[in-house]
Nanobody
Framework: QVHLVESGGGLVQAGGSLRLSCAAS????????MGWFRQAPGKEREFVGS????????YYADFVKGRFTVSRDNAKNTVSLQMNSLKPEDTAVYYC???????????WGQGTQVTVSS
């Protein structure tokens, strides 16, 4: 099984930045896509961004384009989410997930809280 652990969440003022990390272990390269999702209180979980363990393709939700960047470090088995120009509406629990392109995400981390104050 793939094991995912997120870190880097916290409290930040609007306009600030945070960098989330997701440490992956297990047969991670059997699952070629790593994604970031978030869930705010009372809302559905939503896709934030994703990347693959190989190649340079990244994908983003429209509401984070230009503000958030997904990157990976294959040597460290980590995927990061750099979040800039944070807004109060970015407040949510952020999750990383591992999956196969076209088949959805199979493994999920426990989540890390991000709170953006106005």
């Amino acid at each position: 099984q793939v094991h995912l652990v997120e870190s880097g969440g916290g409290l930040v003022q609007a306009g600030g930045s945070l960098r989330l990390s997701c440490a992956a272990s297990g047969p991670i390269f059997s699952y070629n896509v790593m994604g970031w999702f978030r869930q705010a209180p009372g809302k559905e979980r939503e896709f934030v961004g994703s990347c693959k363990w190989s190649g340079s393709s990244t994908y983003y939700a429209d509401f984070v384009k230009g503000r958030f960047t997904v990157s990976r470090d294959n040597a460290k088995n980590t995927v990061s989410l750099q979040m800039n120009s944070l807004k109060p509406e970015d407040t949510a629990v952020y999750y990383c997930a591992s999956g196969v392109e076209g088949r959805g995400y199979t493994y999920w981390g426990q989540g890390t809280q991000v709170t953006v104050s106005s």
